[in-house]
Structure formats: structure tokens, C-alpha cells
């Protein structure tokens, strides 16, 4: 298995703010993914953390607006820029292992966050 | 990857054995079928994968036809802990990322 953490867990921040978010992992992983769940739904990808490169993002999210950063095959941070309430949303940091028959993935405990 | 199909929600009274049904007809040969489990404030977390026929472990069994267009999610005996959302999943080898869809919010009952 994977121990992935968070930070923050929770934050409430103001129209048109950025916030970053962290994500730590126990061991070194090649996959990295980032997703949103807003309130009542189900998860979405915002995109593949590429270390070294630029991160891929899925269709509908932007590099201006999520800027994604992976130094290392430990960590990697999620900004989420010019914060609108339509933001608000769980953000969770994702790590992909092949250890069955086909990869399976865990999650972070995910990021609580309000905009106002 | 296929789509997937599930029940928005279910209702179970404790002790009852819930059976969650998924389809996904499109399902390709080398894809296999994953279902995570959801609880409230955390992230999602692996439950059980199968190919073909079943598969149990200590948490669930997982009935695939032979046809593998459907599979059947079975919770032994629930208990209000199990209440979450269950989410099915079309999985494809390789360092593709999963694409969850509606899943199913299981709600047991005292």
C-alpha cells in the first residue's frame, strides 16, 4: 500500500486568491494524479503529475488555472489559481501501483476546500 | 474504457447481504473490473478486482458472468459502518488512471 498525506486539510479562502496544495508520499511512485470532488459528486481528474515534465491535463482544466508542480517521485503540489466559489471542492493527490492484476490506486485523505 | 452503469442508491437493513450490480457493456478483453469504496471525508479505497467468474477476499465477493458485460458487487451481512458509496470501475492495464463514474450510495439501516 501507499501512506499518502495532505496539506492543508481544509481551507477556507477568499474570491480570487491561489492556493497550494501539498501532497506526500511514503515511497517513491511514477504516477501521480490529481482529482476534484465537488459537493455530492463523484471524482473527476484534473491531471497526471509528470516528474520532471510538464503535468497532462484532462479536457476542461488548464495549467493556468491548476498549476501543477512534481520536483520529485515523493511529492507534488496542486495550486489552484484566481479561486471563483465554483472551486469549491475536495482535492485529492492520487498514486497508482502495479501490485495485482491490473494497477490499482490510492488516495490521499484530500483537501476541504471553501472559497467565499 | 467502457462505460459503466450502477444504482444511484440503496437502502439495507443491518445484517442483510447487499448485492450491487454494474454494467459495462463495452468492456474490452483486457480490461478488468475494479470496485472502491468511499467513505464520507476520505478518499476512495480499493475493494476487490476480478477478470472473469469470482473472486472473494476478506472485505467482498465479485460475480462475473462469462459474457463479463455485468458484475455483481456482494456485501456479506452489512453492517452501519458499510454505509459509503461504491463506485465500479472499468480498469486497463498499463499507468492509466481511473475515471470514476456515478457510483452507488449504499445507506444501512439500524
Known amino acids: 500500500s501507499a501512506v499518502i498525506s495532505q496539506k492543508p486539510s481544509r481551507d477556507i479562502c477568499q474570491r480570487g486568491t491561489s492556493l497550494t496544495i501539498q501532497c506526500q508520499v511514503d515511497?517513491?511512485?511514477?504516477?501521480m494524479f490529481w482529482y476534484r470532488q465537488q459537493p455530492g459528486q463523484s471524482l473527476t481528474l484534473i491531471a497526471t503529475?509528470?516528474?520532471?515534465?510538464?503535468?497532462?491535463?484532462e479536457s476542461g482544466f488548464v495549467i493556468d488555472k491548476f498549476p501543477i508542480s512534481r520536483p520529485n517521485l515523493t511529492f507534488s503540489t496542486l495550486t489552484v489559481s484566481n479561486m471563483s466559489p465554483e472551486d469549491s471542492s475536495i482535492y485529492l493527490c492520487?498514486?497508482?501501483?502495479?501490485?495485482?492484476?491490473?494497477?490499482?490506486?490510492?488516495f490521499g485523505p484530500g483537501t476541504r476546500l471553501t472559497v467565499l | 474504457l467502457a462505460k459503466t452503469t450502477q444504482p444511484i442508491s440503496m437502502d439495507s437493513y443491518e445484517g442483510q447481504e447487499v448485492n450491487i450490480t454494474c454494467s459495462h457493456n463495452?468492456?474490452?478483453?483486457?480490461?478488468?473490473i475494479t470496485w472502491y469504496q468511499q467513505f464520507p471525508s476520505q478518499g476512495p479505497r480499493f475493494i476487490i478486482q476480478?477478470?472473469?467468474t469470482k473472486v472473494t477476499n476478506e472485505v467482498a465477493s465479485l460475480f462475473i458472468p462469462a459474457d463479463r458485460k455485468s458484475s455483481t458487487l456482494s456485501l456479506p451481512r452489512v453492517s452501519l459502518s458499510d454505509t459509503a458509496v461504491y463506485y465500479c470501475?472499468?480498469?486497463?492495464?498499463?499507468?492509466?488512471?481511473?475515471?470514476f463514474g456515478k457510483g452507488t450510495r449504499l445507506s444501512v439501516i439500524a
Open positions: 492520487s498514486v497508482l501501483r502495479t501490485e495485482k492484476m491490473a494497477n490499482e490506486q490510492f
Open positions: 515511497s517513491q511512485v511514477t504516477m
Open positions: 503529475a509528470n516528474q520532471g515534465s510538464e503535468a497532462t491535463y
Open positions: 463495452n468492456i474490452a478483453t483486457n480490461d478488468y
Open positions: 476480478g477478470y472473469k
Open positions: 470501475l472499468v480498469v486497463r492495464g498499463g499507468n492509466t488512471p481511473l475515471v
